[in-house]
């Protein structure tokens, strides 16, 4: 090979490499060890954004995110990087400082964590049978469309240790539901209607709260 071209051959060979896949999950962040939502994991009462930068170094940023009513928050996310986001968590506080802990957010569809067995896209029924019975939520379809507002003392309802569970569903389409699951009502997740229109869980929150 002419002389000349090593130094080319050997670039372009670099590049290649940078962009194989290989080279791309050695970057990648390792998986948490424990992928099972917990007041303790990954997330726990008394955590700062500063002390959840120190366990997790190298894996938090601080983000604007949507919320309701056209509001953005300032939330620090938990593992970003992975471009799918398979372990992304949301962490929210009250303050600007980021010290008084609120709840921990999943939203991602592809999301690997799990609470107590439940995954995001799991179906309505699904929490309904853990939480032992049917639960209360808003109609689909606005802004509050598909929190839960009561577990009607089911399981889910009081604190595990220092957090609360809290859920939401979507509609894959709100275009054929029945209107009887629509709008600002409340709604109990055992209507025929709601069955048939198979919501699915599209977040998992866990809420930190003060023991009395």
Partial sequence: MNSSLKPVVFLCAAAVLASSPCAYAADKPAAPADLALSCQNPVKKGDTAQSLKKRYPGNTTVQEVDGAEGATQKVLVLYPQNLMKPYRV??????????????????????????????????????????????????FGWDYGGHVTSFNDGAFSKPSGDCTPHFRFQLRTDKNAPKAILGEQKIKSSLPAVIQAQPYLSEISLDFVEQK
């Fill in 90 to 139: 949301e962490v929210y506080f009250d303050d600007d400082a980021m010290t008084r802990l609120v709840s921990v957010n999943i939203n991602i569809e592809k999301s690997q964590w799990t609470y107590q067995g439940l995954k995001i896209l799991d179906s309505i029924q699904a929490v309904e049978k853990q939480n032992g019975k049917p639960f209360t939520l808003y109609g």
